[in-house]
């Protein structure tokens, strides 16, 4: 892309007063003092040696502006890096809340089902128990009756069976 810069832009009328003052200084030299050659360029000395420092000037202008067109130009890109990495952040992190979504999700369903389990179970471990005190009783209260030899018996039996 090109660039146009204050050196692009004032190098040819610079060029053209440049050599258009020197031309006009040595004919005013000329005329002014046609014998003393030396004494007429000392005064275009001055506006020579500010012409130089003036393009020096612009040379640095033109090297600042190249420096600035290419940290704006690095920035542009730095700034393009990080929406891009944003970007895959806001992405990585849309997938993580999802993640942690369906996984709450399932740590409530595993909850819900473990309390039904302890609750299954709890009823199971009161069943058993009951179970096995009305078989302690039914089986107690036949065998306390009757003598261990005899239990086996049917005229033994209390109730006649």
Request: aromatic letters at 12%.
């Amino acid at each position: 892309m090109k660039r146009y810069t204050l050196k692009t832009a004032l190098s040819f009328p610079l060029c053209m007063v440049f050599s258009l003052g020197i031309g006009g200084a040595y004919a005013f030299a000329q005329e002014s003092a046609p014998s003393n050659d030396s004494a007429a360029f000392s005064d275009v000395g001055p506006s020579l040696k500010e012409l130089g420092e003036a393009q020096r000037d612009i040379d640095r202008y033109e090297e600042a502006q190249d420096n600035f067109n290419e940290n704006v130009d690095q920035f542009i890109n730095d700034r393009m890096r990080y929406n891009e990495a944003r970007a895959k952040f806001d992405r990585a992190r849309s997938i993580y809340e999802q993640e942690e979504h369906l996984f709450n999700k399932t740590y409530e369903k595993f909850s819900r089902d473990r309390d039904r389990y302890l609750e299954a179970r709890d009823k199971f471990v009161g069943a058993r128990e009951r179970f096995q005190d009305a078989r302690s009783n039914f089986f107690g209260s036949s065998i306390n009756a009757s003598s261990p030899s005899s239990a086996g018996r049917m005229e033994d039996r209390p109730d006649g069976r």
